[in-house]
Nanobody
Framework: QVQLVESGGGLVQPGGSLRLSCAAS????????MGWYRQAPGKQRELVAA???????NYADSVKGRFTISRANAKNTVYLQMNSLKPEDTAVYYC???????????????WGQGTQVTVSS
């Protein structure tokens, strides 16, 4: 079994900051890419940011310069630092990780349960 547990969401005013965390646990052999997605009401889930095991990053154009993704490999944890938040950043944020479990030969994608981020005055 593998679990992804997110934390750090909440209500913040425009221009404010939040830091999301996502910790993977369970029978893990290795973790490849990790990332954050978000889904706003009535919209499709979209990639926000991703990071490879080697530290290469990728961001959606809408968050470049405001969000920073990072990871602590020893803790199987990925972070998303969100600065200069805008109302349009309001969404449920989901953690994703491509994980190879122990005794398995192939990796698979796993998802967290989601954490609500609301940007409003």
């Amino acid at each position: 079994q593998v679990q992804l547990v997110e934390s750090g969401g909440g209500l913040v005013q425009p221009g404010g900051s939040l830091r999301l965390s996502c910790a993977a646990s369970g029978s893990i052999f290795s973790i490849n890419a990790m990332g954050w997605y978000r889904q706003a009401p009535g919209k499709q889930r979209e990639l926000v940011a991703a990071i490879t095991s080697g530290g290469n990053t990728n961001y959606a154009d809408s968050v470049k310069g405001r969000f920073t993704i990072s990871r602590a490999n020893a803790k199987n944890t990925v972070y998303l630092q969100m600065n200069s938040l805008k109302p349009e950043d309001t969404a449920v944020y989901y953690c994703n990780a491509n994980i190879r479990r122990k005794s398995f030969t192939r990796a698979a994608d796993y998802w967290g349960q989601g954490t609500q981020v609301t940007v409003s005055s």
